[in-house]
């Protein structure tokens, strides 16, 4: 299929409470959102028979035979980063719309409350928020099969979470559950290092970058900016 080159513009869908805000040619408005709807509901039938993957915190090591696809890969990527499925939901779905428009067009950036799947022809730059201060901007490298970045603004588990958070992982689900990975390692002694070493270790995550408080580390080919 031929790819668009003609100057993208923006648009929103909605899959049920979330609300992908996306950055390509709105021609493919309505089928982004069939699209989207298409795989919602197969993470629905799959999480109706087998409930433990919408809740399990934990790994999963059984899967069905007759499991689609994209479930799957969700259950691979969350073992890979030691976490369970229910993580990985939000980055699925803005990877499988990313992945979609990607077929046609050549750059495309499909964003949902943190999560990014970008797909752009040169370097990109993202602004990563942070408590008590200006926001970190890091450069993304280009990848001809889309980059998937999960942002956090201290969403910990009561309340000991980031001050601010980025990963970039090659898919958007991988690095969701890594974020989640993040969040578990960081209320333990010595966490803030244990965080960095965690992210050097999840196969498929680039790097990212954790900030507590004053402290800002960066862990594997991740790069700060002006």
Same mark, same amino acid.
């Given at each position: 299929? #031929? ?5 993208? !513009? ?18 493919? &408005?309505?089928?982004?959102? &069939? &699209?989207?709807?298409?795989?919602? *509901? ?14 399990? #915190? ?10 689609? *696809? /994209?479930? !799957?890969?969700?259950?691979?990527? +969350? ?12 980055? $699925? ?27 752009? #022809? ?16 890091? &450069? /993304?490298?280009? @990848? ?11 969403? =910990? ?6 001050? =601010?958070?980025?990963?970039? +992982?090659?898919?958007?689900?991988? $690095? ?11 209320? #333990?002694?010595?966490?803030? @290092?244990? +965080? ?16 507590? =408080?004053?402290? /800002?580390?960066?862990?594997? $080919?991740? *790069? /700060?900016?002006?």
């Amino acid at each position: 299929m #031929k790819r668009l080159r003609r100057r993208p !513009k923006s648009f929103d869908i909605q899959v049920q409470d979330l609300t992908l805000h996306i950055t390509a040619s709105d021609d493919y &408005a309505e089928e982004s959102r &069939a &699209a989207a709807l298409g795989f919602w *509901e197969q993470l629905q039938s799959y999480g109706l028979r087998f409930p433990e993957f919408r809740q399990s #915190k934990r790994p999963l090591t059984m899967v069905a035979a007759d499991a689609p *696809e /994209i479930v !799957k890969e969700m259950l691979g990527s +969350a073992a890979d980063a030691g976490v369970g499925p229910m993580f990985t939901f939000r980055g $699925a779905v803005v990877d499988q719309v990313g992945r979609f428009l990607s077929e046609s067009m050549s750059e495309v950036t499909v964003a949902c409350d943190g999560d990014y799947f970008l797909l752009a #022809k040169k370097r990109l730059r993202l602004g990563v928020k942070r408590h008590g201060g200006v926001p970190i901007t890091v &450069a /993304i490298e280009p @990848d001809p099969h889309g980059v998937g970045v999960s942002t956090t603004l201290g969403r =910990g588990r009561g309340g000991e979470g980031p001050d =601010g958070l980025a990963v970039i +992982a090659q898919t958007c689900m991988l $690095a969701d559950a890594a974020a989640a990975g993040v969040q578990a390692v960081l209320p #333990k002694p010595g966490g803030f @290092d244990l +965080a960095l070493r965690y992210l050097q270790q999840v196969r498929g995550v680039q790097g990212g970058v954790i900030v507590v =408080g004053d402290r /800002i580390g960066v862990a594997g $080919a991740v *790069e /700060i900016t002006e």
